[in-house]
């Protein structure tokens, strides 16, 4: 389970659609706990995916850029993990979101997740924020649905 405020929701769906039809990306921060995760902060990132990150990935079809892929730049990780460190917080996951398709993964999504993190996406249709979904990857490396419960 992952716990978050309506605000953060309201700030995933203004990033995704100040973005479209690129995907957008970012981070989430948090703490971990025996009740799941609880979300303190998100901090949203540039989408560095290009096609020098996409030389990375060389049995993935590279289809519309931007569009249907995303990434967060290895530096930036890096800089955030130590300053998430520093304020006693942990990275709990990532968000992005899936222009005119579902909130659901790709399998592109899926080969790229780590374990230990949330996976929310929001899809976007037409410009418009939608439906918000959280994911998590089980022992086979395979998503499952996570649920996303509503701080007040």
């Not at 971990?32 to 979300?39: A, F, I, W």
């Not at 290009?50 to 030389?55: F, Y």
Request: hydrophobic share 35%.
């Amino acid at each position: 389970m992952i716990q978050l405020s309506p605000e953060h929701l309201q700030a995933i769906r203004n990033h995704a659609e100040s973005i479209y039809p690129e995907e957008c990306c970012g981070i989430i921060f948090g703490h971990l706990s025996e009740d799941g995760k609880t979300v303190v902060e998100m901090m949203p990132t540039e989408n560095a995916w290009s096609p020098e990150t996409a030389t990375d990935f060389p049995d993935v079809e590279v289809v519309d850029g931007r569009r249907r892929r995303y990434a967060i730049a290895p530096q930036v990780m890096l800089a955030v993990q130590k300053e998430a460190r520093a304020r006693s917080l942990c990275i709990i996951g990532i968000y992005h979101s899936h222009p005119d398709y579902p909130a659901i993964p790709s399998e592109f999504d899926r080969q790229c997740a780590w374990q230990e993190y949330s996976y929310m996406i929001v899809s976007v249709q037409n410009g418009t924020a939608g439906e918000i979904n959280s994911w998590c990857l089980d022992e086979n490396h395979q998503f499952q649905p996570e649920t996303i419960e509503k701080l007040l």
